[in-house]
Each structure stands twice: as structure tokens, then as C-alpha cells.
């Protein structure tokens, strides 16, 4: 199953659930007690929570995708240069060294959105993807701060 698959059928079980919680929440208001009231004000709450975090991973995965779509017109989109073991897992000392680069071309240039996006890429394939996910924020944020008029600057 791919990730936009996987994505697409968490997000309809969490459209689902929404709904649940919903008419359970209704059910428990219109009993009239006060704790069934309470349970049911807390059950709306939910769905409210899980939507907006869907809205949150969509609004993300649109501006990654539209910063990727922007470095590949560019042709600055990080080539895979990874070794690969015979599973075809990725090897940790090759994402270890392409990481290691990668961070010093963000170092002597923080000010540009691509480094960060190939800084995201980098941290993503070394296996750490909530510091990827960060650095792909910040980059958005560059890019959304700055614009896309910045020089583009190649791997």
C-alpha cells in the first residue's frame, strides 16, 4: 500500500469515527442527565480535534508537494545517490554521509528554503522523520517568507 493509499484510508476511518462519536455525543446529550451531557459535549470534541489534524497533514503535504514541484522545475531536487543494501534498504552510512553534507550546504546558506527542503529529504532518508518534517516546515516558511524569486541553488 502506498503512503497516499494508506493516507487516504486513515483519513475516511477518521471521517467515519467523526461521525460516530457524533451521533453517539447526540444520544448521550438528549438523555438529559448531566453526566450525559458532559460525555456528550466531550464527544464532540473529538472529531473537531482528528479533522483539524487531517486539515494540518493535508495543508502540509500540498506545500511540500508544490516546494518539490518548484526544485524540480529548477532541477535542484536532490538525486538519490543512496547505496542501497541487497534488500534494498538504505544503507546508514551512505544516508549518514549525504546527511553530513547536506547540513553543512544548509549551514553556510540558512536563508534558503531548498537547502532546507534537501536538508528534509536527507533527514528522511537517514530514518529521522520528525526532524525531516520540521526542516520541511521551516523550508515552507522560507519559501512562503521569501518567495520562490530567490537564486536557485543547485545540490
Not at 453517539?24 to 480535534?49: D, N, R, S, W
Request: net charge positive.
Amino acid at each position: 500500500m502506498t503512503s497516499r493509499t494508506g493516507f487516504f484510508v486513515l483519513s475516511g476511518v477518521l471521517l467515519l469515527v467523526s461521525l460516530v462519536c457524533v451521533g453517539e455525543g447526540v444520544q448521550l446529550v438528549a438523555t438529559g442527565k448531566p453526566l450525559g451531557i458532559g460525555i456528550g459535549l466531550c464527544a464532540f470534541v473529538i472529531p473537531v480535534i482528528g479533522i483539524w489534524f487531517l486539515a494540518q497533514t493535508v495543508r502540509f503535504g500540498r506545500a511540500s508537494e508544490r516546494l518539490a514541484r518548484e526544485l524540480e522545475a529548477e532541477g535542484g531536487l536532490p538525486v538519490d545517490e543512496l547505496r542501497r543494501t541487497g534488500g534494498g534498504r538504505i544503507d546508514r552510512a551512505s544516508a549518514d554521509a549525504v546527511f553530513t553534507r547536506r547540513k553543512a550546504e544548509t549551514e553556510a546558506d540558512p536563508a534558503d528554503w531548498r537547502n532546507f527542503f534537501r536538508l528534509a529529504v536527507a533527514y528522511a532518508d537517514a530514518g529521522d522523520v520528525p526532524r525531516a518534517r520540521k526542516a520541511m516546515q521551516h523550508a515552507i516558511k522560507l519559501h512562503d517568507a521569501h518567495g520562490a524569486g530567490a537564486p536557485a541553488a543547485r545540490p
